[in-house]
């Protein structure tokens, strides 16, 4: 019995002392990312502004993602001819879409002007086909509530 009381506290102790704190704009989620602490993104989708294929989309899909962002890069003011300085990460992970697994691939651009750009792909994972191919333009979570994206640094 005292074994498991201790091994229980063990496992569940950095659960029940974790704290997360929201991140209200791009130079508080790049300090805590190059502080190494972990961060945790979530989008609302339903709240973003779509584009396929170039044009935007009435009805925006009403569904949340979210993810940790293990691996990012930041990218200074021209190296790639852009205007802003911004944070790239990305995941993929194999879904159960309708009734065919897919690769959800999606990819993360943070702009220090607090704008975000979410590249979303459904990729078969046999043949590598991009079966679905979506832009979400949003900016970072405020402190009002306003935007799409909001990070949580997990201390």
Not at 13 to 30: G, H, I, R
Not at 100 to 124: G, L, M, P, T
């Amino acid at each position: 019995m005292r074994k498991t009381v201790f091994t229980a506290i063990f496992l569940f102790a950095p659960t029940l002392f974790s704290q997360t704190d929201s991140l209200y704009d791009y130079v508080s989620l790049k300090n805590n990312l190059l502080s190494g602490i972990q961060v945790r993104v979530v989008v609302h989708y339903g709240t973003c502004t779509v584009l396929i294929e170039g044009e935007p989309i009435q009805e925006p899909p009403d569904a949340i993602g979210g993810m940790n962002i293990d691996t990012f890069e930041i990218f200074s003011k021209g190296v790639f001819e852009n205007e802003y300085e911004y944070l790239s990460f990305s995941g993929n992970s194999l879904v159960l879409l309708r009734e065919r697994h897919v690769i959800n691939y999606v990819k993360f651009r943070v702009f220090e002007n607090d704008s975000v750009s979410i590249r979303a792909q459904y990729v078969d994972p046999l043949s590598y086909e991009v079966l679905m191919d979506e832009e979400f333009l949003t900016m970072i979570r405020d402190e009002k509530g306003n935007g799409g994206v909001l990070f949580f640094s997990c201390q």
